[in-house]
């Protein structure tokens, strides 16, 4: 129990760190308002719909993709 939290924490981490810098990264890109909306609202739910695939992961709700 403990392991799952630790590595509850960890992947939330590093996930928090990838977004952050795909938030400030996507500025740089020259796009118009409506397009940078959408894109940013499409990474977000990409980014939770993995979240919460991989937390079910770890705590044994779903079995992990075997690639």
Do not use: E, H
């Not at 403990?2 to 796009?31: A, E, F, N």
């Not at 609202?41 to 992961?57: C, E, K």
Request: proline share 9%; hydrophobic share 70%.
């Amino acid at each position: 129990m403990i392991g799952t939290l630790i590595s509850i924490i960890l992947l939330l981490i590093v996930l928090g760190v990838l977004i952050w810098g795909v938030q400030q990264l996507l500025p740089l890109i020259p796009l118009p308002p409506p397009f940078a909306t959408v894109i940013n609202v499409l990474i977000t739910v990409l980014i939770v719909l993995v979240i919460v695939y991989i937390i079910a992961g770890l705590l044994g709700v779903v079995t992990p993709l075997r690639l």
